[in-house]
């Protein structure tokens, strides 16, 4: 038997004037415990300690890693998740490895008030050493940012971080061992960070399932709980940073540290476990409810689309739709069939509500007549004349929402499609008459069911895990995959890079294997998707076959895959493009065709019909291009998931954009 001790921090409030609140840290913090109360693995208990503002003072957090998750032992497992504001304090002199001379912080609730200063880096490691000393395993998560760098603002978000504190007087640090240890001190014990972004960057939170949540927090829960528990530390950061890059940008979560060893170990050392059975249905007094919430991934109010789930392998399909979720928990009610009371049924999701990408079109100091024809087309491009169901315009004072794209007007009759960071995607569209912006909505709807195929998951899946996307460096002369060499890494923010090499000749692209894993003792059937940054989607890598069980399977029948730049692109220092690695796994068999999209611009071509499919992925793969289809519910719904790897094909040589 061991235990998991946990303190989990979350502050909204803070005392001082000085500092603001916060909305989405308690959230944080409520879910991170109900995901550890549902998913601890057979002979681990919990021993959770939550502090919530007002509670949260710095006395009480440094009280509380002495007597709570100092009572750790050598077979126990400890947890510190942080979500608030962090910020900076200059550095003492004789700190003298700090080469930028500040030092990062905790605001803790009543950090500021009067003399009470943040909790800083040097103080938390003293404590951190402390514990780890005991503990078996020791694991922090850190939602708040590093500094009060300079970032810009997005609307809809908010940065977890105040402007630098002053030097606290030496009376105030932690302890007497701290100004002793503090000049060239090593960590005596190790323990491994996640922490939400860089040491110059932001921590955000925003909407995100109709909650306002810390995005670092909630893209991390969405990994443990889509990877499973034999996910490392290394994994999770790949996963929660391809979330992250989703809503926000110039946000890196960080993994430290990052070299091999405690960083390729499970999360908190192999402590969590998948529900017995995946997602259950089952009576308790309230009525019928299943046993996955908000902590573990599904979307509560705010969605236009109703959640549902199906009894696994059932003809015809027996299904019941969501009505409220939960933290750890959601109601739900059957729709056209009676359960049976005194039974249990295994469930898997069979309706997902697939995200709308939001739109900002126009603004000061564009031409309001283009942008007012693009508006217009976007009211009217869905069936029968309706709004377009990919595309949801807002309105710029609306706050609480950060648009996903933004269409610009800078003159009369053109218009550019730019992201939230303010890259341009499209090149000038031009002649936004009538039939201008129509075909501009097209290209919107093009991007967004493209990001609507990068975003696909599956939040209560029973196969998280199960197979690993594996990107295998070639030596020279070899042309077949090698069976067990291990992968290239990630690199610290998620990325795996392939890098062009100098040679006499000139550059020369990195070639390499893309080799799928199936670690589960079940065969499953694997389509390998590869979603450009030119916004098309393929399967040529891999399109559709079953992996037997512990077994292996190679892209492109075991053959190299050149990692080159675009043709016609030459490969200067500097030159990089970004492609996303999308695997979709299933228990039964089913199509690529629903999934692929042409490169923007590029002819389409003729849509084919619906795919002879069995289960969910069919439904989901046609919604995402169809959405004014209905799915038939004539075959039985089989569970799915899906592995997503960001690669980045780099021309070395030119310092990467911060």
């Given at each position: 038997?061991?235990?998991?001790?946990?303190?989990?921090?979350?502050?909204?409030?803070?005392?001082?004037?000085?500092?603001?609140?916060?909305?989405?840290?308690?959230?944080?913090?409520?879910?991170?415990?109900?995901?550890?109360?549902?998913?601890?693995?057979?002979?681990?208990?919990?021993?959770?300690?939550?502090?919530?503002?007002?509670?949260a003072t710095r006395a009480a957090v440094i009280e509380a890693f002495r007597s709570h998750l100092g009572l750790a032992g050598p077979a126990d497992s400890v947890l510190f998740w942080f979500s608030g504001h962090g910020s900076e304090a200059p550095a003492p002199a004789w700190w003298f490895e700090e080469s930028t001379l500040m030092l990062q912080t905790l605001v803790c609730a009543d950090s500021r008030d009067g003399e009470v200063p943040d909790l800083l880096d040097k103080e938390l490691s003293?404590?951190?050493?402390?514990?780890?000393?005991?503990?078996?395993?020791?694991?922090?998560?850190?939602?708040?940012?590093?500094?009060?760098?300079?970032?810009?603002?997005?609307?809809?978000?908010?940065?977890?971080?105040?402007?630098?504190?002053?030097?606290?007087?030496?009376?105030?640090?932690?302890?007497?061992?701290?100004?002793?240890?503090?000049?060239?001190?090593?960590?005596?014990?190790?323990?491994?960070?996640?922490?939400?972004?860089?040491?110059?960057?932001?921590?955000?939170?925003?909407?995100?399932?109709?909650?306002?949540?810390?995005?670092?927090?909630?893209?991390?829960?969405?990994?443990?709980?889509?990877?499973?528990?034999?996910?490392?530390?290394?994994?999770?950061?790949?996963?929660?940073?391809?979330?992250?890059?989703?809503?926000?940008?110039?946000?890196?979560?960080?993994?430290?540290?990052?070299?091999?060893?405690?960083?390729?170990?499970?999360?908190?050392?192999?402590?969590?476990?998948?529900?017995?059975?995946?997602?259950?249905?089952?009576?308790?007094?309230?009525?019928?409810?299943?046993?996955?919430?908000?902590?573990?991934?599904?979307?509560?109010?705010?969605?236009?689309?109703?959640?549902?789930?199906?009894?696994?392998?059932?003809?015809?399909?027996?299904?019941?739709?969501?009505?409220?979720?939960?933290?750890?928990?959601?109601?739900?009610?059957?729709?056209?069939?009676?359960?049976?009371?005194?039974?249990?049924?295994?469930?898997?999701?069979?309706?997902?509500?697939?995200?709308?990408?939001?739109?900002?079109?126009?603004?000061?100091?564009?031409?309001?007549?283009?942008?007012?024809?693009?508006?217009?087309?976007?009211?009217?491009?869905?069936?029968?004349?309706?709004?377009?169901?990919?595309?949801?315009?807002?309105?710029?004072?609306?706050?609480?929402?950060?648009?996903?794209?933004?269409?610009?007007?800078?003159?009369?009759?053109?218009?550019?499609?730019?992201?939230?960071?303010?890259?341009?995607?499209?090149?000038?569209?031009?002649?936004?008459?009538?039939?201008?912006?129509?075909?501009?909505?097209?290209?919107?709807?093009?991007?967004?069911?493209?990001?609507?195929?990068?975003?696909?998951?599956?939040?209560?899946?029973?196969?998280?895990?199960?197979?690993?996307?594996?990107?295998?460096?070639?030596?020279?002369?070899?042309?077949?995959?090698?069976?067990?060499?291990?992968?290239?890494?990630?690199?610290?923010?998620?990325?795996?890079?392939?890098?062009?090499?100098?040679?006499?000749?000139?550059?020369?692209?990195?070639?390499?294997?893309?080799?799928?894993?199936?670690?589960?003792?079940?065969?499953?059937?694997?389509?390998?998707?590869?979603?450009?940054?030119r916004f098309r989607v393929h399967a040529e890598l891999f399109p559709g076959n079953f992996v037997a069980p512990h077994g292996r399977a190679a892209a492109l029948r075991g053959r190299r895959v050149v990692a080159a730049l675009p043709p016609g692109e030459a490969p200067e220092p500097g030159a990089r493009v970004r492609d996303w690695l999308k695997l979709v796994v299933a228990e039964e068999q089913f199509g690529p065709t629903p999934f692929e999209l042409p490169a923007l611009g590029a002819p389409?071509?003729?849509?084919?019909?619906?795919?002879?499919?069995?289960?969910?992925?069919?439904?989901?793969?046609?919604?995402?291009?169809?959405?004014?289809?209905?799915?038939?519910?004539?075959?039985?719904?089989?569970?799915?998931?899906?592995?997503?790897?960001?690669?980045?094909?780099?021309?070395?040589?030119?310092?990467?954009?911060?």
């Amino acid at each position: 038997m061991s235990t998991l001790y946990a303190l989990l921090v979350g502050i909204n409030s803070y005392r001082a004037s000085t500092v603001p609140d916060l909305r989405g840290c308690r959230t944080d913090v409520m879910e991170a415990r109900a995901f550890l109360e549902t998913r601890l693995a057979p002979g681990v208990s919990l021993e959770p300690l939550s502090l919530y503002d007002g509670q949260a003072t710095r006395a009480a957090v440094i009280e509380a890693f002495r007597s709570h998750l100092g009572l750790a032992g050598p077979a126990d497992s400890v947890l510190f998740w942080f979500s608030g504001h962090g910020s900076e304090a200059p550095a003492p002199a004789w700190w003298f490895e700090e080469s930028t001379l500040m030092l990062q912080t905790l605001v803790c609730a009543d950090s500021r008030d009067g003399e009470v200063p943040d909790l800083l880096d040097k103080e938390l490691s003293i404590l951190l050493d402390e514990v780890a000393g005991r503990a078996g395993h020791v694991a922090v998560v850190l939602d708040c940012c590093h500094s009060a760098g300079g970032t810009r603002e997005l609307p809809g978000t908010h940065a977890r971080t105040v402007v630098p504190m002053a030097a606290a007087p030496d009376r105030a640090l932690l302890l007497p061992e701290l100004a002793v240890a503090a000049p060239g001190r090593t960590p005596d014990q190790e323990h491994v960070t996640l922490a939400a972004c860089r040491s110059d960057e932001l921590a955000r939170e925003m909407h995100l399932g109709g909650r306002r949540r810390g995005v670092f927090s909630w893209a991390l829960l969405n990994a443990l709980g889509r990877l499973g528990p034999a996910a490392t530390y290394r994994d999770l950061l790949v996963a929660a940073q391809t979330e992250v890059e989703q809503n926000v940008y110039r946000q890196v979560p960080q993994l430290l540290p990052a070299h091999r060893g405690i960083a390729d170990r499970p999360f908190l050392g192999g402590g969590l476990a998948p529900p017995a059975s995946g997602v259950l249905l089952r009576y308790v007094r309230q009525g019928w409810e299943v046993d996955a919430g908000s902590c573990h991934g599904l979307v509560g109010a705010g969605t236009t689309d109703e959640i549902r789930l199906a009894v696994v392998g059932d003809v015809p399909v027996r299904e019941v739709r969501v009505v409220q979720v939960l933290p750890e928990r959601s109601l739900v009610e059957p729709i056209g069939w009676q359960p049976d009371r005194d039974r249990q049924y295994r469930m898997v999701l069979s309706q997902v509500p697939l995200p709308v990408t939001t739109v900002l079109v126009g603004g000061p100091g564009q031409d309001g007549p283009t942008a007012a024809r693009v508006l217009e087309a976007l009211r009217c491009a869905g069936p029968g004349g309706s709004p377009s169901p990919h595309l949801r315009p807002v309105d710029p004072s609306d706050a609480d929402t950060a648009p996903e794209l933004m269409v610009r007007a800078p003159r009369r009759g053109v218009a550019v499609v730019v992201d939230r960071s303010g890259a341009t995607l499209t090149g000038e569209l031009t002649d936004i008459g009538p039939d201008g912006a129509r075909q501009t909505v097209h290209v919107l709807e093009h991007i967004a069911r493209w990001r609507q195929i990068r975003e696909l998951n599956n939040p209560v899946t029973g196969l998280a895990g199960a197979v690993t996307v594996e990107v295998v460096a070639a030596r020279p002369g070899e042309h077949i995959v090698p069976f067990d060499r291990p992968p290239i890494a990630a690199d610290a923010d998620g990325v795996v890079r392939l890098r062009y090499q100098r040679g006499p000749g000139g550059w020369t692209p990195q070639t390499v294997f893309v080799r799928l894993h199936n670690r589960s003792d079940r065969k499953l059937f694997c389509v390998l998707l590869d979603l450009t940054d030119r916004f098309r989607v393929h399967a040529e890598l891999f399109p559709g076959n079953f992996v037997a069980p512990h077994g292996r399977a190679a892209a492109l029948r075991g053959r190299r895959v050149v990692a080159a730049l675009p043709p016609g692109e030459a490969p200067e220092p500097g030159a990089r493009v970004r492609d996303w690695l999308k695997l979709v796994v299933a228990e039964e068999q089913f199509g690529p065709t629903p999934f692929e999209l042409p490169a923007l611009g590029a002819p389409r071509g003729v849509d084919r019909g619906p795919l002879a499919v069995r289960g969910f992925l069919d439904r989901i793969g046609r919604a995402v291009q169809h959405r004014d289809l209905v799915a038939s519910a004539e075959d039985g719904a089989y569970d799915w998931t899906t592995v997503t790897v960001p690669l980045e094909v780099e021309v070395p040589g030119a310092e990467r954009p911060a």
